[in-house]
């Protein structure tokens, strides 16, 4: 059965986001076992580290959410299942997933969806839009708060004839390992972003946007001043905002007010990620709403770098909480203090406790490998 299956995958574009990272990961891991693989995107920055020998890409402008082009995508992808004689469709995205829908059921193929997010809904018209990722033939939800914001939220549009289950999202433990970056690497950085290599070095990594708690996370640095000392440490806010200009000037505002202004630096962008956590001694996720599994967390971990996490949504799943990482009370910009205190003063072998037992927890149950052959596993199921 393996050397007959053909997987289709469709997402709006291929950035650096966890559905992307995870759609381009699946996509390389098909091949390696006898299965012909495709994809289907606008485009992307990932699209140029394809491997075209093994994926083949199509493009289509399956970003938009422009009915009529939504039809011609339903009519191009009808197409390109014949063709190509795909066995399986999955979609990752709620436009492309109705392009989908429409073309699996006139080519009678087998339709995979991936809840990657809660969707927001104001209305039953917004619901009914989201709901198209759970009307395939099997629904994977990446972590169990998905799974049941799914069953909390779309009861009525589950069809219990259908296979809904959790595949947890994996990210590249040999990409996060410590043991790999370079020192040239890690001092090219520090000195790059001008951090003080005498001081605690807190990273916090998303992008700029107000759910993210980037607010929370400067209040709680503010508290930390004021219980060690000033310019007790070096902090980084590492991300772009995406054209939120007006949220950027907020957050930076709100760092001058704490005149946090020597202490704290906003980077924009980072190629290497491993060796960001790698001159950091604390990670922070301050998300004030949840997330849906949370890979700054899990980086972290990989990495061997306590990370510090909202207690809500894909983090409670992923952080041992006082064993590989801590959790602290979402939004609370005096929890985080505290916990960040608290780490400041750990001792060398509780910090090393804590980053062997955190890459444990990631190699064990979150790392790629074992979401691919898990996605796969299930593929060969849908088709027998």
């Known amino acids: 059965m393996s050397s007959e299956l053909k997987v289709l995958q469709v997402i709006p574009k291929l950035g650096y986001g966890g ?9 390389h891991y098909l091949p390696e076992n006898n299965c012909s693989s495709y994809i289907v995107t606008s485009g992307g920055e990932l699209l140029k580290f394809i491997d075209r020998k093994k994926v083949k890409v199509i493009k289509l402008p399956v970003h938009s959410k422009n009915p009529f082009l939504m039809l011609f995508n339903s009519i191009a992808l009808i197409f390109i299942i014949l ?9 990752r995205s709620r436009a492309p997933a109705w392009s989908c829908l429409f073309a699996t059921k006139i080519t ?27 009307r395939s033939d099997l629904i994977i939800a990446g972590s169990n708060f998905i799974f049941s914001h799914i069953n909390k939220n779309y009861p009525k549009y589950l069809d219990l004839k259908k296979k809904f289950l959790v595949i947890f999202r994996g990210i590249n433990v040999d990409y996060f390992d410590s043991s790999t970056t370079l020192d040239a690497e890690e001092n090219r950085l520090t000195s790059d972003w001008k951090v003080d290599k005498n001081k605690k070095m807190i990273l916090m990594p998303g992008r700029l946007t107000s759910w993210k708690g980037q607010e929370t996370f400067i209040e709680a640095l503010n508290l930390v001043n004021k219980e060690l000392g000033y310019d007790s440490f070096n902090a980084v806010i ?10 950027t000037k907020k957050i930076k505002r709100l760092a001058e007010q704490y005149r946090l202004t020597s202490q704290l630096k906003f980077i924009e962008h980072c190629k290497n990620m491993p060796v960001a956590y790698k001159i950091s001694d ?8 949840p997330e849906t599994f949370g890979r700054v967390a899990v980086e972290a971990q990989s990495m061997e770098k306590p990370i510090i996490a909202s207690d809500i949504g894909g983090s ?9 990482g801590f959790l602290f009370q979402s939004s609370n910009a005096e929890a985080l203090s505290k916990k960040i205190v608290e780490v400041i003063q750990l001792d060398e072998s509780r910090l090393k406790s804590i980053g062997i037992e ?9 790392n790629v490998e074992k979401m691919c052959f898990s996605t796969y596993s299930e593929y060969k199921k849908l088709l027998n």
């Open 19 to 27: 559905a992307e990272t995870g759609c381009y990961d699946l996509a």
């Open 83 to 91: 063709l190509n004689n795909i066995s399986i469709v999955h979609a």
């Open 108 to 134: 009678r193929r087998k339709f995979v969806t991936t809840f990657h997010g809660t969707y927001n809904f104001k209305n039953s018209l917004k619901k009914f839009y989201n709901s198209v990722m759970v």
């Open 238 to 247: 590492l991300g772009s905002d995406q054209g939120r200009d007006i949220y």
């Open 282 to 289: 604390i990670v922070v996720s301050a998300s004030v709403e």
């Open 316 to 324: 409670n799943e992923t952080i041992i909480d006082n064993v590989t």
């Open 358 to 366: 955190g890459r444990k927890n990631i190699i064990k149950k979150f």
